[in-house]
């Protein structure tokens, strides 16, 4: 949201005032925030200092949730579900805990080589805990430049995609995990 | 008097020569030996107290010297000598009583000898009363000099504030008037009542002294000293009684003591015998007070008090001004309400905030736990003794409610849950004075007293979170209200019915009469011993999250599991170590097979070898070469490896018991929690009990309840589950089961109708069965309602089984009219729902005219499961028993083709064959050879018997069964997931479900429409947005119960953030809310393309026309005031959700 600038203070520069209905109507997009960040100096999450981890799906990377556990296992036995999609691999059994794997490649409609996977991504605990496979082992992303808009993206993707970073020519995209993967449940009954 | 002097005390010359001994005494000794001459001065002190006694009117310094002689007599007892400040003292006292004697007139005289009395007696001070009243005597010689002087009686003018006018001469033939002669009927309120009472009690205390000093007043052989002093007793008793009357509120009875004690003490002063009229007139004055103090409010009474104090027997009468003011002070008291009294000053109107149950932010967190796990119990008993009362009952239930009563409102007011604790505290006031009176409550009351306790235990309900507060609390604790206020006012008789003057008719929506309803519900559990009792009070109880016992859950499962993968691994190795043995005998058998081999070949190579010793033979001495040591060696070795492997066979034995015990600890542990989990199904007789007695009272029909099986236990998330749709099934057993009264009479039934509830387990299964002797379904109404709805056709034949079924389906109602407890058709096809969301089937029996049974079979649990691991093709799969009724061989019957489906034929049954391979993607192809060897289950659905074959049916046995996850949705046919002992993760299959869906996708597109599956039937979403938690939640529960889906946000924020995710198809909003308020909210709705047309409803209590304007012009469709009828809320969302249509691309999936 828009802070409120001090009275008589132009606050953004040259930004114009909305009117309240446009106010009203016109939630801040992507661009306006990072406009926001770039102004105002150091947001949260904009700061160069601030490191966070990626992964990859495909050419997308994708950053972890920082208020999130996540651990990298090996490969393990997924057992498969009957009536879901194709892009749900089934579940694993994790000490214990029955966690659901998501092919996010398929899911994303990225080309995919089968079998090259090496690795699963476990991402948060609990019965809230989602499994992805990956090929690579995360990687520390220093949090760089916001892109003033979001690339093209999946349509699943998008709607809970908030902002994009770029480090090293590397895209990075910082997305609402719980409401990404709500969707994508949602999505199974389809 | 002496005139020489210039003072009234004519014995001022002797008392003189005393005080001049006194003054010489001590400066003589001059302190040397002062010890000595205490004795000497308080010879002296006496002699002036003799001589000022002789005197009329120096009682005050009479007693000055008496207790100055004490305090000598005590120094010289003491043996010390005197300090020096009591030196001073004594040196000083006789010019104190010299001034005194001199001038009695002279401001301070009188209080400096009671100041110095007072300082010389600092070991036994005087009190404060003493000090009083003997400064009072002290002056008295100067108020009778002083109205010697006026020619006016002694007064007490700074004492007593009386009103002008009162005092002087009196004016005979003065009548007084009442206030009008109208008869007042106020009443002494409560809270002054029993002040009131103690007043009364002073007064026979008062009359003591009273007839002490007319009894010395009228005798002439009184000695004049004693009359005096008793008349001043009196008057002292006065002047308190008179203080206490102030204090209470009594201003008239307060200057009326004044006015008596005025006249006493002028009698006093007067020092002779009391006539007969004055004692005359002091003997009545008591009694008109307490007569008085009856009825303060009685104008006859206050007359005849003041008319008395104008009588010419007093020595003052009260004047005619004096008596008018008086007179108006008598008649209207201002009682002074204590604290307590006026913290039960009771309203007269109920607000939002008197049933609120918001819990203070700053509330004790450890309080609010204890208060939350006694209040069921509380309640529970309360409303067992109201109900006790309501069919009968005695005083004890009386006192049992009125306990407990006081004890939760005393929780409430603990804790600061203001709605338990208006409720209770007025609750609590109306048994008191049941208990007070030793009466019963009246039919009409005892109604109300069930109502407030079903609404206490709904509160309770709503503070623990079982369910929604309820809905009519403003109305029931107004209807308390009423009755408290009523008996405040002494409006009811004896036997607790209102007097005719305050019949009281409490308000009821359909305006029946109380007593009609209060009949309504008699319930029996069966047995005596079946009766539902609270939790026991003695058991201990902890309470623990859910979460932690799932957690446990899991542990105890994946130790199970764990214990069961090194089971099988030792098994492994202990197969592996018998294996090894047998190697080894192999071995040892081999090594002597080669030691004989070894031995023959030497006997063969001997007759060439030359002897080495030539004394024995070959044959009678064994040569033995390298060969045979290494033979020997081999086959040693394996017999000791074979000894060591019987060994390790033997420890792995050990070790496999002892992980079989481990094995059963582990169930045990697994059992135990999964019992922790289990409760008694009569934790929810008390709601199921309530719903009946509201349904009876709404509908004015009569039921009786009837319940077994009550100690049957259930999976308490099953059990919480269920509660809503029992409490539906009751409802609709009353409303359209039980026939009205005059109807069951004329078809010769009891006049209450009887609905027996069962709980009865049957193997892992619990069967619920609802059966009421009422009416039964009436089969032709719902076939005309299902033409009507185009379910079935006209020219088609539908079964009864079917036509019964029918009422399962969404909006299906056979009523025209919709009312409070029925007619939208929801009811039934949420208890469909619900039951089916529970892995369970709902069967439905009617005769019509003799009634209905419906018939729900529910698991125990749903944690875990019976099923039968099977395998299909290469994947192992858990079918869950629900239906399966027999497992037969595939060649006892035969599979064919027919009509494009397979069908398997067995005996003289043909059952459809249902496919599992399809579900896990294989062809469906049944090669016959395959079929006849293959295992057959036979599975019993809604509509009949299928056949479902597997390649091989392995095991049956409990299965925990798992959610696939917090992000995968409840998934057609697929039950779960459950982990075997290897860890391997199994899906299981609900055939009857996969059965469900195919077959709808095989029905009519109208039947489609109104599937019977609650995953191919979205259920309407609803947004409902308030910052109220109460207001919200009873608005969900509206919702609910009308067949929605319901999501809630606390402000529009929240609400816009919902709507983006989910796509709601109304939404009911409050108008004043934090951060974003209802009519920004619905500004955002309507420009936002894909919500500009959801409909909206906007519920507020600002009723002004401005903010009505508002709301409209800001896009609101309807805008309602709070409170509202649920019925016209209902009719507006019905109204608009059918013509609301979403923008396409707007839906999202559900």
Excluded at chain 2, 17 to 33: G, N, P, T, V, W
Excluded at chain 2, 794 to 818: V, Y
Excluded at chain 2, 826 to 832: A, F, H, L, P, R
């Amino acid at each position: 949201m828009i802070n409120d600038p001090q009275p008589g203070a132009t606050g953004l520069g040259e930004k114009k005032w909305l009117s309240p209905v446009q106010a009203l109507t016109h939630f801040i997009r992507s661009q306006q925030v990072c406009d926001l960040t770039e102004s105002s100096g150091d947001a949260s999450g904009c700061s160069a200092s601030c490191t966070r981890y990626g992964f990859r799906v495909g050419n997308i990377g994708l950053l972890l949730p920082a208020d999130k556990l996540s651990e990298v296992i090996g490969d393990a036995v997924i057992h498969p579900i009957p009536t879901t999609p194709a892009w749900f691999s089934g579940l694993i059994n994790l000490r214990g805990n029955l966690i659901s794997v998501f092919d996010l490649e398929r899911l994303f409609g990225i080309d995919h080589e089968q079998d090259k996977r090496q690795f699963l991504l476990i991402v948060d605990r609990g019965d809230k805990a989602v499994g992805i496979p990956i090929k690579e082992l995360p990687q520390a992303v220093p949090m760089g430049r916001c892109l003033g808009q979001l690339p093209v993206l999946p349509s699943i993707l998008r709607p809970h995609t908030r902002l994009a970073y770029v480090h090293e020519k590397d895209i990075w995209l910082d997305f609402d995990f719980e409401g990404l993967f709500s969707a994508v449940g949602i999505q199974m009954l389809d | 008097m002496d005139s020489v002097n210039g003072t009234p005390f004519p014995w001022f010359t002797d008392a003189q020569e005393i005080l001049a001994a006194l003054e010489e005494l001590l400066a003589a000794d001059a302190r040397r030996d002062a010890l000595k001459s205490l004795a000497r001065y308080a010879a002296l002190v006496e002699r002036l107290g003799v001589l000022a006694g002789q005197g009329e009117d120096c009682i005050g310094l009479q007693d000055v010297c008496m207790l100055y002689q004490e305090c000598l007599i005590q120094f010289e007892t003491r043996g010390t000598d005197l300090k020096h400040n009591e030196y001073e003292q004594l040196a000083s006292w006789p010019g104190l009583v010299r001034s005194y004697l001199k001038s009695p007139v002279a401001p301070g005289s009188a209080a400096a000898l009671v100041e110095h009395l007072e300082a010389f007696r600092s070991g036994a001070p005087l009190s404060e009363e003493d000090a009083e009243m003997l400064k009072m005597l002290l002056e008295l010689p100067a108020q009778k000099q002083s109205s010697a002087a006026d020619g006016a009686s002694p007064s007490f003018g700074g004492e007593v504030d009386v009103p002008s006018g009162v005092g002087g001469s009196s004016m005979p033939g003065d009548g007084l008037q009442g206030p009008e002669g109208i008869l007042s009927t106020h009443e002494i309120p409560r809270g002054a009542q029993e002040l009131v009472e103690l007043l009364i009690k002073e007064l026979p205390l008062l009359a003591e002294s009273q007839a002490r000093a007319l009894e010395l007043g009228l005798s002439a052989a009184t000695d004049p000293d004693v009359r005096q002093q008793a008349f001043d007793i009196y008057a002292e008793h006065l002047t308190r009684f008179s203080d206490a009357a102030a204090a209470v509120g009594f201003e008239g009875l307060h200057y009326l003591c004044g006015h008596i004690r005025k006249n006493v003490l002028a009698l006093a002063a007067e020092r002779r015998v009391v006539y007969a009229t004055e004692a005359d007139v002091l003997a009545q004055w008591g009694p008109r007070v307490r007569h008085y103090l009856d009825a303060p409010y009685d104008p006859r009474v206050c007359s005849s008090l003041v008319e008395s104090m104008r009588s010419t027997g007093w020595l003052q009468p009260l004047t005619a001004d004096g008596a008018e003011a008086l007179l108006a002070l008598l008649a209207e008291p201002q009682f002074t309400q204590d604290e307590e009294a006026s913290l039960s000053t009771r309203p007269q109107k109920v607000s939002a905030d008197d049933i609120s149950l918001a819990v203070p932010e700053d509330v004790n967190v450890e309080l609010l736990e204890a208060m939350l796990q006694e209040l069921p119990k509380q309640t529970q008993e309360l409303s067992d003794a109201i109900q006790n009362l309501a069919r009968g009952g005695t005083l004890d239930d009386v006192r049992v409610a009125q306990r407990l009563a006081h004890t939760i409102k005393g929780a409430g007011n603990t804790v600061g849950i203001r709605g338990l604790a208006v409720l209770t505290h007025h609750l609590e006031d109306i048994l008191l004075d049941l208990a007070k009176r030793e009466v019963l409550p009246s039919r009409a009351m005892s109604a109300s007293l069930l109502n407030a306790v079903d609404c206490l235990e709904g509160m309770c309900e709503g503070l623990i979170g079982s369910a929604s507060p309820p809905r009519d609390a403003q109305a029931v604790v107004q209807e308390i209200l009423d009755w408290a206020g009523h008996i405040d006012r002494q409006d009811l008789k004896e036997d607790g019915a209102l007097t005719g003057a305050a019949a009281y008719s409490p308000s009821k929506p359909d305006g029946r009469s109380p007593e009609v309803l209060s009949d309504g519900v008699r319930e029996s559990t069966g047995s005596p011993e079946q009766s539902p009792r609270p939790m026991d009070a003695m058991t201990p109880m902890v309470r623990v999250p859910a979460t932690l016992l799932d957690d446990l859950l899991r542990l105890a499962g994946e130790t199970i599991i764990l214990t069961g993968q090194v089971h099988e691994r030792l098994r492994a190795t202990i197969r592996q170590a018998h294996v090894m043995q047998e190697q080894c005998t192999r071995l040892g058998e081999l090594g002597a097979e080669l030691e004989r081999f070894i031995d023959i070949s030497d006997l063969n190579s001997d007759r060439k070898k030359p002897v080495h010793n030539a004394d024995f033979d070959p044959l009678e001495m064994d040569q033995y070469s390298e060969l045979h040591t290494h033979s020997r060696i081999l086959v040693e070795t394996a017999a000791d490896a074979g000894a060591m492997g019987g060994g390790v066979i033997e420890s792995l034995s050990h070790l496999d018991d002892m992980l079989v015990s481990q094995g059963r600890l582990n169930r045990e542990s697994q059992e135990s929690l999964l019992s922790a989990r289990m409760v008694p199904v009569k934790t929810i007789l008390p709601r199921l009990q309530r719903a009946v007695r509201q349904t009876c009272r709404l509908t004015g029909k009569q039921a009786e309840i009837h319940f077994s099986g009550i100690e049957t236990l259930m999976d308490s998330d099953v059990l919480s589950q269920l509660v809503d749709p029992l409490m539906h099934v009751l409802r609709n057993a009353v409303d359209h089961g039980i026939e009205a009264p005059t109807a069951r009479a004329n078809a010769g039934k009891e006049m209450a109708g009887t609905i027996r509830l069962d709980f009865i387990r049957e193997g892992n299964n619990i069967v619920v069965r609802c059966t009421d002797d009422g009416a039964g379904l009436d089969l032709q109404a719902i076939h005309r309602k299902a033409e009507e709805m185009g379910l079935v056709s006209r020219d088609r034949e539908i079964s009864e089984e079917e036509l019964k079924r029918l009422i399962f389906k969404p909006n299906f109602s056979t009523r025209s009219q919709t009312t409070q407890t029925s007619g939208r058709g929801i009811g039934m096809d949420v208890v469909y729902g619900c039951v089916l969301n529970l892995r369970g089937s709902l069967t439905v029996q009617s005769q019509p005219g003799k009634g209905c049974v419906i018939e729900a079979r529910l698991p125990l649990t749903m944690i875990s499961t019976h099923a039968l691991l099977v395998r299909v093709d290469s994947h192992l799969l858990a079918i869950g028993d629900r239906g399966v009724e027999q497992i037969l061989h595939g060649g006892d019957g035969e599979l064919r083709r027919f009509a494009d489906l397979w069908i398997f034929h067995v005996g003289e049954q043909t059952y459809p064959v249902r496919s599992v391979r399809s579900v896990l993607g294989l062809t469906e192809d049944y090669p016959s050879a395959w079929a006849s060897r293959c295992p057959v289950l036979l599975v019993r659905g809604e509509v009949g018997i299928c056949a479902v074959f597997v390649d091989q049916v392995l095991e049956g046995r409990d299965l925990v069964v798992k959610k696939l996850g917090a992000y995968v949705p409840k998934l057609p046919g697929i039950m779960g997931v459950t982990i075997l002992g290897d860890g391997a993760v199994v899906p299981v299959l609900d055939v009857l479900e996969l059965w469900q869906i195919a077959h709808q996708k095989q029905m009519t597109p109208n039947t489609a429409a109104y599937g019977t599956s609650d995953r191919a039937r979205h259920l309407p979403v609803a947004l409902v947005v308030d910052d109220s938690l109460s207001a919200r939640r009873a608005l969900e529960q509206v919702m609910a119960d009308a067949g929605y889906d319901v999501s809630a946000a606390r402000d529009g924020m929240e609400a816009v953030e919902l709507i983006e995710k989910m796509r709601p198809d109304i939404v009911l909003a409050d108008l004043e809310m934090p951060r974003m308020n209802g009519i920004e909210l619905i500004a955002h709705i309507r420009a936002e393309e894909t919500t500009s047309s959801l409909p909206v409803i906007m519920i507020s209590s600002r009723s002004t026309r401005k903010h009505r304007e508002q709301a409209m012009a800001a896009g609101v469709n309807v805008y309602l005031t709070k409170p509202f009828s649920e019925d016209d809320l209902l009719d507006h969302v019905q109204s608009l959700s059918s013509s609301y249509a979403k923008v396409p691309g707007a839906e999202v999936a559900r």
